[in-house]
């Protein structure tokens, strides 16, 4: 298998690799743009305007801020709320790489927060997944000031993003069991090209020490921890994933037994094939994102008055 933004470059591969791995997310951006643009405008003739407010701290550790960029649409609130989280192997990327997705979805009504979280090697997990949750108590907490309707969270994200989303979906708690006592449950994930399970990694290998800090052999217990696919409940989010078929960088099997176990335990699932797309190729797909947009459509509706309170509820 070849280089992956699941497997980043070692050593003095680094600096080779660094113009190719810029120009790659640079055509991320561009052609995201596009496929969200035309994703968003398939779904309303007038897509709503929206203002962003960049740079705002969600979170502080140790003295450094974490950041968000909000994308507020300009209309009356309260909205459902998406958490926007980038992908590149939780060694990379930053908060602009999915600015494409945060602007569609804010055409579309929806109030979206593209966030920065804190990197490997310097920092394992569950720093991103926890950086992660912390956004979401923010947005709960303070999103009422960006219009936010704190019952109607969501989360979407690609590649490594796809894994911290999915991540959030099964493993989110009441605010009774939550540390921050807030609540980290959303009601919705989106979920591209996401890495799901880490526990047929090879015990000796050493392709994820650089994030999860050891091999499966020393630390077992952190690669179960990683696996979104190793913490499904009956009351978990719905999840909606998308995959390349010829994505040779992050199988899709994972992902798709992952849709058909949520749904063996009553969770509202689907999974999206992008016939003959790689893992970049799915990211662009304008049919994906727009399956994408309506998913969230269903799960982030209202909940009816006196209405069942599961996230579940189709």
Not at 153 to 176: F, K, W
């Amino acid at each position: 298998m070849g280089r992956s933004p699941i497997a980043p470059p070692q050593g003095g591969e680094k600096a080779s690799l660094r113009v190719g791995v810029e120009a790659h997310w640079l055509m991320f951006h561009l052609a995201g743009l596009l496929a969200l643009f035309a994703a968003a405008h398939s779904l309303a003739a007038e897509p709503a305007p929206f203002l962003v407010t960049r740079n705002l701290t969600y979170a502080d550790r140790n003295g450094t801020r974490l950041l968000l960029d909000a994308y507020v649409p300009k209309a009356d609130g309260p909205l459902p709320a998406v958490l926007v989280v980038h992908g590149g192997a939780w060694v990379m990327g930053d908060k602009d790489q999915l600015a494409a997705y945060a602007k569609g979805l804010a055409e579309q009504g929806f109030a979206a927060f593209a966030i920065n979280y804190r990197l490997a090697p310097k920092s394992k997990h569950p720093a991103q997944i926890e950086d992660c949750r912390e956004a979401i108590r923010w947005m709960r907490t303070t999103g009422a000031k960006h219009k936010v309707d704190p019952d109607r969270i969501g989360a979407v994200g690609y590649s490594a993003g796809g894994h911290l989303v999915s991540l959030l979906a099964v493993t989110g708690r009441d605010a009774q069991a939550d540390p921050g006592k807030v609540g980290t449950r959303i009601r919705a994930a989106v979920a591209g090209g996401a890495p799901v399970d880490f526990r047929e990694v090879p015990r000796d290998a050493g392709l994820f020490t650089y994030w999860l800090g050891d091999t499966r052999a020393k630390a077992p217990g952190l690669y179960v921890d990683a696996s979104p696919s190793a913490h499904l409940t009956p009351d978990d989010a719905p999840v909606f994933f998308y995959h390349g078929t010829k994505d040779w960088l992050v199988p899709e099997a994972p992902a798709r037994a992952m849709s058909q176990a949520l749904m063996k335990h009553g969770v509202a699932s689907a999974f999206h094939t992008v016939k003959d797309a790689d893992h970049i190729g799915a990211a662009l797909s304008a049919e994906a994102l727009l399956e994408g947009i309506i998913f969230f459509k269903r799960h982030l509706r209202p909940r009816p008055p006196g209405g069942a309170t599961s996230p579940k509820a189709p």
